[in-house]
């Protein structure tokens, strides 16, 4: 993994070899150095995934909700920001280390919960938290992840942190649960996501039939045909399962007992009298996900989160919901530096990650980079994003001048100085 907590120059691109001589990078022979003339963006590796993959299965990812309207604003948000360069400074020593919750990570970015994950790839959870953990960066595993918290836990420890969705039932006995094998596996940090008061219509997933476990009809047949590589690796490794309900269903629970589980009694919302009990039963650091509006990261602060996560989903709940990049200064404004802001959506380059830090943000999390990536390519596929995002944000420090502004990245709540505050417009 790239030694990022090391002085470099920005030209050089981290994790690869030395050049032989001449100019450029084309000539590296390392498998970093290959990935990268490969897949020079993160776009390189979704359209690779795309083509792996079956399109019920791309579709799941890669989609928002109704028009995908959410997912395109987040795009142009960050796109909208500019940042004024400042030049004629020192800008050789970069770090790109930060803190978060009293914690050191490598990277202003981590990962964001993805349920479902393994239906791009067989393993994605597993992988991209074993990935994560090499480099350092934040895993957030999801409540509906195809792997168990005890697993993730022994397979991520100084990176894991926990996503739930309420399952209300029996006055949250499950839910607890969830929370308590959390805080016993180690997890650092809960995430509590608000934004699913309802399922929300995911219209690629209605035109293509996605069913779970998945049922072969003539149409999803036929997008297995074109992606042969993953209905091998499908064979292999079985479908993907809800693993971390076996604990209640029992390992002989089938992959359907389990579907059908999360989809009777992970519903409704996560009230703000669940965030009081759920802050009650957790000890660690309690993020709020899904927060748009001032009003209600005030709530979640009074209520005790140390931390606001401002995310519309990806863009698949709500398609009217603001840009969450447009959403974040207002709230950073309000929280005041009483919690850690944190923010998400199409976050997909070291120069988002500088956008939103300069928009106030403390750090950011990806969900769609790292899972496209581990499609396209498997581990090293996350591997080599980390790096992307490690040089792009190299790049963009020094550009910016933020680099020789004594800018310290994950600053604590109320700290003075806080994240990177390049000049920007608007
Ligand atoms: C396939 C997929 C599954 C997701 N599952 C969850 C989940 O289980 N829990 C959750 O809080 N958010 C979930 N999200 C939302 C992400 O945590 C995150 O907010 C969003 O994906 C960020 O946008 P990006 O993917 O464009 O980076 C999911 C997103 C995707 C793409």
């Given at each position: 993994m790239a030694g990022v907590a090391a002085p470099a120059s920005p030209a050089t691109p981290a994790g690869a070899a030395k050049p032989a001589?001449?100019?450029?990078t084309g000539g590296l022979s390392t498998e970093a150095a290959r990935l990268r003339r490969r897949f020079p963006t993160v776009a390189d590796l979704a359209a690779q995934a795309r083509r792996r993959t079956p399109r019920f299965a791309y579709d799941f990812v890669a989609g928002g909700v109704n028009d995908d309207l959410g997912l395109v604003r987040n795009r142009r948000a960050l796109d909208a920001i500019e940042i004024v360069p400042r030049y004629g400074l020192d800008v050789r020593s970069v770090t790109t280390e930060t803190t978060l919750f009293g914690r050191g990570y490598a990277l202003p970015v981590g990962v964001a919960p993805m349920g479902l994950a393994g239906l791009l790839w067989p393993d994605a959870d597993e992988s991209i938290a074993r990935a994560a953990q090499r480099a350092r960066i934040p895993y957030v595993m999801s409540t509906v992840a195809n792997t168990s918290i005890e697993r993730i836990a022994a397979i991520a420890p100084d990176v894991f942190w926990y996503q739930l969705y309420n399952v209300p039932e029996n006055d949250h006995a499950v839910s607890l649960d969830l929370i308590r094998r959390a805080q016993a596996a180690g997890a650092h940090a809960l995430v509590l996501t608000m934004d699913v008061p309802v399922r929300s219509k995911r219209v690629r997933d209605v035109r293509n039939g996605l069913v779970v476990?998945?049922?072969?009809?003539?149409?999803?047949?036929?997008?297995?045909?074109?992606?042969?590589?993953?209905?091998?690796?499908?064979?292999?490794k079985g479908q993907p399962r809800f693993r971390n309900f076996e604990a209640y269903l029992g390992p002989d629970a089938s992959t359907a007992d389990l579907a059908s589980?999360?989809?009777?009694?992970?519903?409704?919302?996560?009230?703000?009298?669940?965030?009081?009990?759920?802050?009650?039963?957790?000890?660690?650091?309690?993020?709020?996900?899904?927060?748009?509006?001032?009003d209600d990261a005030e709530t979640a602060v009074a209520l005790g989160?140390?931390?606001?996560?401002?995310?519309?989903?990806?863009?698949?709940?709500?398609?009217?919901?603001?840009a969450t990049a447009s959403a974040l200064p207002a709230i950073v404004e309000r929280v005041g530096g009483r919690a850690t802001v944190l923010v998400d959506g199409s976050i997909s380059s070291g120069l988002d990650l500088l956008r939103v830090l300069g928009r106030g943000a403390v750090s950011a999390f990806a969900g769609r980079a790292f899972l496209m990536a581990y499609a396209a390519a498997g581990e090293d596929g996350v591997d080599h994003v980390v790096r992307l995002f490690t040089e792009e944000l190299r790049v963009a420090l020094a550009q910016s001048g933020a680099a020789a502004m004594g800018v310290t990245l994950g600053a604590a709540p109320g700290a003075a100085g806080g994240p990177a505050a390049p000049h920007h417009h608007p």
């Open positions: 001589g001449g100019w450029g476990p998945f049922r072969p009809t003539l149409r999803t047949a036929w997008d297995v045909a074109w992606a042969p590589g993953w209905a091998l690796a499908m064979l292999r589980f999360v989809f009777q009694k992970m519903t409704g919302p996560l009230t703000w009298d669940s965030v009081a009990r759920f802050r009650e039963a957790w000890s660690g650091p309690l993020i709020v996900k899904g927060i748009l509006h001032p989160a140390d931390g606001i996560l401002v995310s519309n989903h990806g863009g698949r709940q709500f398609d009217a919901a603001p």
